[in-house]
């Protein structure tokens, strides 16, 4: 058996003795469930590339697979999580910007730091090498956002016009005072939370009305929070490879449906409000 389904390969999902024409049926109805208008170009703003510590993968080739398959456009791409021997990405940083320059028309490469390692150091390289933003994981490299480092590289990203994507969701604590802080010190951060900032969202929401560039990815959010927010604060995300295309496609046909989202809520969600963070259209 060849193809891949629901972001694996069928072959691995049979011989662990799924049903695979059933959850090939599941995947093509998620698919269907969202309607995006024509000519939107449609935006992962989350995957991870590369082999995770924890065991998860993906490689940009399958990575391309699954976006054909799924009509996905384009997608920000940062490693998982693997800081390497120095503990500074140095290495993974390396290998996604070998898959962009390998598909410059479907990924969008963002380096992924530890603020307190060489984190001036690494983000200058990764820019100059060419990457467009900036991936946070406070849980996996235990930080603090509030932190004077984690304060620094935020400065330096959007001294850069980068956007952060922070990590917001599973094994977060309390973040909206952290966040109150950070922007505080930084308060023209272009921020992404991650997961619909699920750690602590209805906080987070009430904070971010007051930052514009504060943004909310849909990547394994909970569908009630995606429906309380404004869809102009929303972008696409799929946690690739923790989620897959066709549920991420899935909860935000159901969010707009419950929403009310128009053709235009729609085009910013699913790109849109993502590429007026990156700098425009042609970011």
Same mark, same amino acid.
């Not at 049926?25 to 935006?43: F, H, K, L, N, Q």
């Given at each position: 058996?060849?193809?891949?389904?629901?972001?694996?390969?069928?072959?691995?999902?049979?011989?662990?003795?799924?049903?695979?024409?059933?959850?090939?049926?599941?995947?093509?109805?998620?698919?269907?469930?969202?309607?995006?208008?024509?000519?939107?170009?449609?935006?992962?703003?989350?995957?991870?590339?590369?082999?995770?510590?924890?065991?998860?993968?993906?490689?940009?080739?399958?990575?391309?697979?699954?976006?054909?398959?799924?009509?996905?456009?384009?997608?920000?791409?940062?490693?998982?999580?693997?800081?390497?021997?120095?503990?500074?990405?140095?290495?993974?940083?390396?290998?996604?910007?070998?898959?962009?320059?390998?598909?410059?028309?479907?990924?969008?490469?963002?380096?992924?730091?530890?603020?307190?390692?060489?984190?001036?150091?690494?983000?200058?390289?990764?820019?100059?090498?060419?990457?467009?933003?900036?991936?946070?994981?406070?849980?996996?490299?235990?930080?603090?956002?509030?932190?004077?480092?984690?304060?620094?590289?935020?400065?330096?990203?959007?001294?850069?016009?980068?956007?952060?994507?922070?990590?917001? &969701?599973?094994? $977060?604590? +309390? !973040?909206?005072?952290?966040? =109150? @802080?950070?922007?505080?010190?930084?308060? #023209? %951060?272009?921020?992404?939370?991650?997961?619909?900032?699920?750690?602590?969202?209805?906080?987070?929401?009430?904070?971010?009305?007051?930052?514009?560039?504060?943004?909310?990815?849909?990547?394994?959010?909970?569908?009630?929070?995606?429906?309380?927010?404004?869809?102009?604060?929303?972008?696409?995300?799929?946690?690739?490879?923790? &989620?897959?295309? $066709?549920? +991420? !496609?899935?909860?935000?046909? =159901? @969010?707009?449906?419950?929403?009310?989202? #128009? %053709?235009?809520?729609?085009?910013?969600?699913?790109?849109?409000?993502?590429?007026?963070?990156?700098?425009?259209?042609?970011?």
């Amino acid at each position: 058996m060849s193809g891949r389904l629901l972001g694996q390969h069928a072959s691995v999902l049979a011989s662990a003795g799924a049903d695979v024409a059933a959850l090939a049926e599941i995947e093509e109805w998620a698919r269907r469930s969202v309607v995006v208008p024509p000519g939107t170009e449609v935006v992962d703003a989350h995957v991870h590339l590369g082999v995770d510590r924890d065991g998860h993968a993906l490689s940009a080739a399958d990575l391309i697979a699954d976006m054909d398959a799924n009509g996905i456009g384009r997608a920000v791409a940062f490693p998982a999580d693997e800081p390497g021997s120095g503990g500074d990405f140095r290495d993974a940083n390396g290998r996604v910007i070998e898959a962009w320059a390998a598909h410059p028309d479907r990924i969008i490469p963002f380096c992924r730091i530890d603020p307190a390692v060489g984190a001036t150091a690494a983000i200058d390289e990764a820019h100059a090498a060419g990457a467009r933003g900036l991936k946070l994981h406070p849980v996996a490299q235990r930080f603090a956002p509030e932190g004077e480092e984690c304060v620094a590289a935020v400065r330096r990203a959007t001294d850069l016009r980068w956007p952060v994507l922070f990590h917001a &969701g599973f094994g $977060a604590r +309390a !973040l909206a005072p952290a966040f =109150a @802080a950070l922007l505080e010190w930084v308060p #023209d %951060a272009r921020v992404i939370l991650a997961h619909g900032g699920r750690g602590d969202h209805r906080a987070l929401a009430a904070l971010a009305a007051a930052y514009p560039d504060v943004l909310f990815d849909t990547s394994i959010a909970a569908l009630p929070d995606l429906v309380m927010l404004p869809p102009e604060r929303i972008v696409f995300g799929t946690d690739r490879p923790y &989620g897959d295309h $066709a549920q +991420a !496609l899935h909860l935000v046909g =159901a @969010a707009a449906r419950v929403a009310g989202w #128009d %053709a235009t809520a729609m085009r910013g969600v699913m790109g849109g409000n993502l590429m007026r963070l990156l700098g425009g259209e042609g970011a």
